[in-house]
């Protein structure tokens, strides 16, 4: 089983990051020109939240709101729930399920070293079950 700190190494340790006054457009743009959809939000470059595509739909779009004229701590994600990198896919899995959250900050040393997604970790458990099916198919048809 894979851990977050094995998953950046292949993704990235890359963390984009918006300022909480700053507009949701300038969020969404920042996004799209790193093709992510999620950021860090920071207030004095400390983490207090994440912002993502969802919450714009959710809470921009579908109540009639101006992205220009939204600051992104209206629209926000301001319960930061983190991981760490020597936890596994499995627990960090669990934790999004149960949080029902879609991004988790990566913190070591009491720094954001990076940013996993859902995706992340589909991917992750994908590539173990493919391993582990190639290695079951080697025993059993006698070539381990």
Not at 13 to 18: N, T
Not at 53 to 63: H, W
């Amino acid at each position: 089983m894979k851990t977050v700190k094995q998953i950046l190494d292949t993704k990235g340790y890359a963390v984009r990051s918006v300022d909480a006054d700053a507009s949701v457009y300038d969020a969404i743009q920042l996004m799209a020109e790193h093709d992510i959809g999620a950021l860090l939000v920071t207030e004095s470059e400390r983490p207090v939240g994440v912002v993502s595509e969802r919450d714009y739909a959710r809470k921009v779009i579908l109540r009639g709101q101006a992205s220009r004229d939204t600051p992104v701590r209206e629209v926000m994600a301001d319960h930061l729930i983190v991981t760490h990198p020597d936890q596994d896919t499995e627990e960090c899995m669990a934790i999004m399920t149960e949080r029902r959250v879609r991004h988790l900050p990566v913190v070591s040393g009491g720094e954001v070293v990076g940013i996993i997604s859902i995706g992340d970790l589909v991917k992750a458990i994908i590539e173990d079950q493919r391993f582990t099916i190639e290695q079951l198919g080697r025993y059993i048809s006698g070539e381990a």
